[in-house]
């Protein structure tokens, strides 16, 4: 078992869409936050949208209007449905919850990351 399990990257022409998505461990009894981050090549890994347990999310400036996150308690998974992608949003994805599992140490996890290419 890995604690996150990510899907929906690939290749995209500008302008398209794109859909992530990250389910949990079933051994996740407890999750906060859960989000989305970013890293290009030769850029720091950024935020690009958050959401807390009671569904109220926050973006990166830069995708505000394009990207919305959303969240599924019941099943413990989150997603990001990209809009309008450019050729800036390309970069290595990943999943990340802060939550307490009954098999991991921890509270903070990553997932394995899932590349979004947009080509112009």
Do not use: H
Not at 49 to 63: E, F, K, L, W
Not at 68 to 91: H, W, Y
């Amino acid at each position: 078992q890995v604690p996150l399990v990510e899907s929906g990257g690939g290749l995209v022409q500008a302008g398209g869409s794109l859909r992530l998505s990250c389910v949990t461990s079933g051994s996740f009894f407890s999750i906060g936050d859960m989000g989305w981050y970013r890293q290009a090549p030769g850029k720091q890994r950024e935020m690009v949208a958050v959401i807390d347990n009671r569904g109220n999310p926050n973006y990166g400036d830069s995708v505000k209007g394009r990207f919305t996150i959303f969240r599924d308690n019941a099943k413990k998974s989150v997603s990001l449905q990209m809009n309008n992608l450019k050729t800036e949003n390309t970069a290595v994805y990943y999943c990340n919850v802060n939550g307490l599992s009954r098999i991991f140490k921890g509270n903070l996890y990553w997932g394995q990351g899932t590349q979004v290419t947009v080509s112009s």
